[in-house]
C-alpha cells in the first residue's frame, strides 16, 4: 500500500499508547447503556435533518499528534475543558427525512465502544423510527465508532437499507496486506468493516470520489483521517449542510490548530491538507456544517480567525 509507506499509520509513542489502550476496542456484544433519547432536528429546506446522539468516547491527550501538551492544555482551557483530563467527544449519527426517503448518516458504535456509546437503536425507537424504514446509510467512513451500530449481533441492522461507502474505504479496509501491515491491535476495525459488508452484501454500493447519489445528496471526498473518508452534501430548496464526518473531530483544539490529527488517521498530513481545504470552503461558501465529533448538537459554521479557524455554533432555531 502506497499510503502506508508514505506515513505509517500509529507509528511513535504515541501509537503504542494505542496499541496498549486499544484492546477494550472490540466489536462484542456489551452489557446495554442506560438508554437516552437525545436529539436535534433541523428543517433544511424541504427536509428535516436529526442528529441523533449515540453517546460519546474520550480521547486520550496521548492521542492527540502535531500538539505539545502545553498547546493542548491551553486548547482545552480555553473551551473551559479539564486541561488535564482526556477529551470528551460525542458521537452522533444523522438521520434526514425527505419526502418518503429517510436516509441515515454513519450508524454509531454499537458494541464497540463499551457502554458510553452505542445506543442509536434506543434513540431511534424513542423517536418511533423503524430501522426497517430506513431507505439508505451513508457511511463517511469504516471506523468503529460509525458502523458498529450497523450489526445487531452478526446480522445487519437495518433491513431494507441500501449501504453507500467510497470504493476507496473498503479496499483499505477488506486488503488482508493492509491488516497485516497494521498493529494487532486494530484487527477488530478490520473484522468488524468485513463483518458489516458481509451482512449488507450485496446492498452494498460502493461510491467513487464525488458522486451524486440522488435526492440531493452528494458526496465530497475528504481524504486523510482514513483513504475513503467522505464527506456528504445535503441540498433541499435553496439550502445546503455540508456534513463532514471526521474531518474535523476535535472541536476545542483543531480550530486552532488544523495541523493537530488524531492518532487514528490513516495519514495524518493529507487528514491536515484536508482539513483546511473543507475550512476554506465553509469560510469562502458561508456553509452551514455538522460532523460526528462536534459538540452536540452541531450545527454551526466556520469563521476565519488570524491563520487559523473558529466555530460559530448555530443558534437553536426557534421558528
Ligand atoms: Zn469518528
Known amino acids: ?29 456489551q452489557a446495554a447503556p442506560a438508554p437516552w433519547v437525545i436529539t436535534y432536528s433541523r428543517k433544511l429546506g424541504d427536509a428535516e435533518v436529526t442528529v441523533l ?20 492544555m491551553e486548547g482545552l482551557t480555553l473551551a473551559a475543558l479539564d486541561p488535564g483530563a482526556a477529551v470528551p467527544l460525542p458521537i452522533t449519527a444523522t438521520l434526514i427525512r425527505q419526502g418518503d426517503t429517510m436516509t441515515l448518516v454513519d450508524a454509531g458504535a454499537g458494541g464497540s465502544l463499551g457502554p458510553t456509546a452505542g445506543n442509536l437503536p434506543a434513540v431511534l425507537s424513542g423517536i418511533g423510527v423503524d430501522p426497517a424504514a430506513i431507505n439508505r446509510i451513508v457511511l463517511s467512513h469504516l471506523h468503529p465508532d460509525h458502523i458498529g451500530g450497523m450489526l445487531a449481533g452478526d446480522a445487519a441492522a437495518f433491513a431494507n437499507a441500501t449501504v453507500h461507502v467510497n470504493e476507496t474505504e473498503i479496499a ?53 483521517h482514513t483513504p475513503g473518508h467522505s464527506g456528504f452534501r445535503v441540498a433541499s430548496g435553496v ?60 450545527f454551526g459554521h466556520v469563521a476565519q480567525k488570524d491563520d487559523a479557524y473558529a466555530w460559530v455554533p448555530e443558534e437553536w432555531k426557534l421558528f
Open 1 to 29: 500500500m502506497t499510503q502506508l509507506s508514505r506515513r505509517t499509520l500509529f507509528k511513535g509513542a504515541a501509537g503504542v499508547a494505542v496499541a496498549a489502550a486499544l484492546p477494550a476496542l472490540r466489536a462484542t456484544a
Open 53 to 72: 446522539l449515540d453517546g460519546y468516547f474520550l480521547l486520550e491527550q496521548a492521542w492527540v499528534t502535531a500538539l505539545d501538551p502545553a498547546e493542548i
Open 172 to 224: 483499505f479496509w477488506t486488503d488482508p496486506a493492509t491488516e497485516t501491515a497494521l498493529p494487532e491491535a486494530i484487527r477488530p476495525w478490520f473484522t468488524l468493516a468485513g463483518g458489516v459488508l458481509a451482512a449488507y452484501g450485496d446492498r452494498v454500493t460502493p461510491f467513487m470520489g464525488e458522486a451524486d447519489l440522488g435526492g440531493g445528496l452528494s458526496t465530497v471526498l475528504m481524504p486523510g
Open 239 to 298: 439550502e445546503q449542510l455540508l456534513i463532514w464526518g471526521d474531518s474535523t473531530a476535535v472541536a476545542s483544539l483543531q480550530f486552532t490548530h488544523p495541523q493537530a490529527g488524531i492518532v487514528f488517521d490513516t495519514d495524518s498530513q493529507e487528514a491536515a491538507e484536508t482539513r483546511r481545504r473543507v475550512l476554506d470552503l465553509v469560510v469562502a461558501d458561508r456553509l452551514l456544517v455538522s460532523g460526528t465529533h462536534m459538540p452536540f448538537p452541531g
